[in-house]
């Protein structure tokens, strides 16, 4: 059997797509650890590696692949296919089509707690909320508490969620995340956890989970030792992409489906471990060989395809001076003269104008504006930018914005689909029965309080006289209910039937309702590549598609575009010019990054992150002075910074440093005659 399909790959990557992979599915190889540096083939290798087990006779459904996107999983599924029919020719599409096991953490999470909901006392037909439906659910436990009404004020409901959220997935106490992460909270210690009880009550009792859940209830799920064996005998071989970005939940769920690491592939670069506010935690990665001492085994891909020597020395100065990590110097066949730039500028317009000004250089010089990049630290950041590129009719689009499911007309369809699959879920049921006119939250309460003790909740909802104002809506709410419920018409069309239903109050609550029709016939094509209503609902919820019309100033897909990002949003991207703004301490690291010596370090990989994104050109700039909003409202909201600490005076050897704009020679010559007072001479002599 051929194995030319190996030959592209380095030897580094060789060995880690071959490791412990044997003809037959009998063996099971050893815990692999694959240290995957920036722009070093991640995503090819690991694709490699399942195919080559595919090809070696492995069951492709014995396989389980995680990663951190839907998307990721769907590329990493067609790499497999690709390479495989290399080797088994059409008969690859019917082994690669098997490799069913393939999602996010929280998807496959979603699947086998709906395989296991009987023995873990769970409703199998569970709806899943997003973050903001969980924050309202939150909320109305909040009210019930009394918690809203206090003397003094009780932390918002996204606050409590975020808090709650930390605590289950770092598996930290609470009483430990208040006081290191939200230390102006701990004073409500007691309430809090008065509050997360009632949540937890609340959930179970109208059968949704929230994110966190599909995690936690897996964890538990295999804390019991006869589902943990079950469960992790279904899968011969685990492999878990972006190591770096889980966090404690999920380590705790991959040790107990592989208690001994057999069959364990993680790959990740610690480097790159720039999550924590998500609850991840680089000790994951970097703990992993002592895990598993000593079978498990650590590979390095230290062989860079993106970036020019230049810039990977520059980055690699940078992560030099990380505390703890594990060695490796990236290195690349790529050769180039140009160093990276360290730009200082006046203030953040000079910084605007300067970009700008680069930009469409580059694309005089062939540079199409999609091929450039301009990564901030926050949002906020890019404020100016946008101001000048907007002014100068640049076209841009910025990521990290909406989201297609945060869109309310979106989300109402959604919570049609919801309540007709689990008519407990309160909050999808509070937001529907509004819709009808006449039907106000008091009496959506009452209705959805009175169902709620049936033990047919629709059918119970079907009987329940109509309320005052309501007429003939409220009837055609119930019947169309009634047709979701019974699904004569199948799956995709039931989404068809809630769209005409709502079409018309669309029209009645929104301006631009035409607008957001065109998002709702997007929705239902998505709709389509779905198998049934439930596997919809979940993976949109956990994967959700980014933004169409909500996002204001988009241009067309075949348009040139600048792209603006955080460098959390820009992880895994790659461009041939990337700018990164504001330079300096008190962005990188921000100045709430600097409280502990963890916080730093992160902050240090994230200007790591953002510097190997480049492939031919990289600036960074350090504006003087830059505004902030944490300054007193009644002084000057700009600060004066200096060039961020992680790039010392020993690295600038490798930067080509300078100011903007340049000052020609008879310029600097006119500025020196122009001195009205030599105040420095006059330091000199003060003290003679």
């Not at 003809?23 to 490699?48: C, E, V, W």
């Not at 060039?643 to 300078?658: C, N, V, Y």
Request: hydrophobic share 40%; net charge negative.
């Amino acid at each position: 059997m051929t194995t030319a399909y190996l030959e592209k790959l380095n030897e580094q990557q060789r060995r880690a797509v071959i490791h412990g992979v044997e003809s037959g599915s009998n063996h099971i190889a050893s815990p692999l650890l694959i240290i995957a540096g920036a722009g070093s083939g991640k995503t090819n290798t690991l694709a490699h590696r399942v195919a080559h087990l595919i090809v070696k006779g492995a069951d492709p459904r014995r396989i389980l692949l995680m990663t951190f996107s839907r998307r990721a999983a769907s590329e990493m599924s067609r790499r497999v296919d690709r390479i495989c029919r290399q080797v088994l020719g059409t008969n690859a599409g019917i082994m690669t089509d098997a490799l069913s096991w393939a999602g996010t953490f929280h998807g496959i999470g979603a699947r086998l707690l709906r395989i296991y909901a009987e023995q873990i006392g769970l409703n199998v037909d569970f709806t899943i909320h997003d973050r903001e439906d969980s924050a309202d659910l939150l909320n109305l436990s909040r009210h019930e508490l009394g918690l809203s009404k206090t003397d003094t004020r009780f932390p918002t409901k996204g606050t409590c969620l975020s808090i709650y959220s930390r605590t289950v997935n770092s598996e930290v106490p609470l009483n430990e995340v208040l006081r290191k992460h939200y230390p102006w909270v701990s004073r409500w210690e007691a309430e809090l956890r008065q509050l997360f009880a009632a949540y937890v009550e609340a959930k179970q009792a109208q059968s949704v989970l929230d994110y966190d859940d599909l995690l936690l209830y897996w964890a538990q799920m295999v804390s019991d030792p006869i589902l943990a064996d079950d469960i992790g005998n279904r899968f011969d071989h685990v492999m878990v992409d972006e190591y770096q970005d889980t966090n404690r939940l999920q380590s705790s769920v991959l040790l107990a489906l592989k208690p001994g690491g057999r069959g364990l592939t993680v790959v990740g670069d610690d480097a790159q471990s720039i999550y924590s506010f998500r609850a991840a935690t680089v000790r994951n990665i970097l703990d992993f060989p002592q895990e598993f001492n000593p079978a498990a085994d650590v590979i390095t891909l230290d062989r860079n395809y993106r970036s020019t020597q230049p810039i990977l020395a520059a980055a690699n100065g940078v992560i030099d001076l990380a505390k703890e990590r594990f060695t490796k110097n990236l290195w690349t066949d790529r050769g180039a003269v140009e160093r990276p730039r360290l730009v200082t500028v006046k203030d953040e317009n000079g910084q605007a104008n300067y970009v700008v000004e680069r930009v469409l250089e580059n694309r005089e010089s062939g540079m199409t504006l999609k091929q450039q990049a301009v990564l901030v630290r926050a949002s906020s950041h890019s404020g100016p930018l946008e101001v000048e590129l907007t002014r100068r009719n640049i076209p841009f689009v910025k990521f990290g914005g909406l989201k297609f499911l945060d869109s309310a007309h979106v989300k109402d369809i959604l919570a049609i689909l919801r309540f007709s699959q689990n008519p407990r879920d309160r909050v999808a049921g509070f937001r529907l029965l509004q819709f009808v006119p006449g039907v106000g939250s008091q009496t959506a309460a009452r209705i959805l309080d009175a169902i709620a003790i049936e033990p047919e909740p629709l059918l119970a909802l079907m009987e329940i006289p109509t309320p005052p104002r309501a007429g003939d809506e409220w009837t055609s709410l119930v019947t169309l209910l009634e047709t979701l419920r019974r699904a004569d018409a199948g799956w995709p069309a039931e989404i068809g039937q809630a769209r005409e239903w709502y079409e018309p109050h669309l029209d009645r609550i929104h301006e631009d309702a035409e607008t957001r029709k065109v998002d709702l016939l997007q929705l239902e094509q998505i709709a389509a590549g779905y198998p049934n209503r439930e596997r919809f609902l979940t993976e949109l919820t956990l994967d959700p598609p980014d933004a169409t019309s909500d996002q204001a100033g988009v241009p067309l897909l075949d348009e040139d575009y600048l792209i603006l990002s955080t460098i959390h949003s820009a992880k895994g991207q790659e461009w041939r010019s990337v700018f990164m703004l504001n330079v300096v301490d008190g962005c990188i690291p921000s100045d709430l990054g600097t409280g502990t010596t963890d916080d730093i370090e992160e902050e240090r990989r994230l200007l790591y992150v953002g510097m190997t994104r480049a492939k031919d050109s990289l600036t960074l700039i350090t504006p003087q002075r830059f505004f902030t909003g944490g300054q007193n409202a009644q002084g000057d909201r700009h600060v004066y910074a200096s060039r961020t600490r992680f790039i010392p005076a020993t690295l600038l050897q490798f930067f080509e440093t300078g100011t903007w704009p340049l000052v020609s020679a008879a310029a600097s010559e006119r500025s020196a005659q122009q001195i009205r007072v030599d105040v420095a001479a006059r330091m000199r002599t003060m003290w003679k």
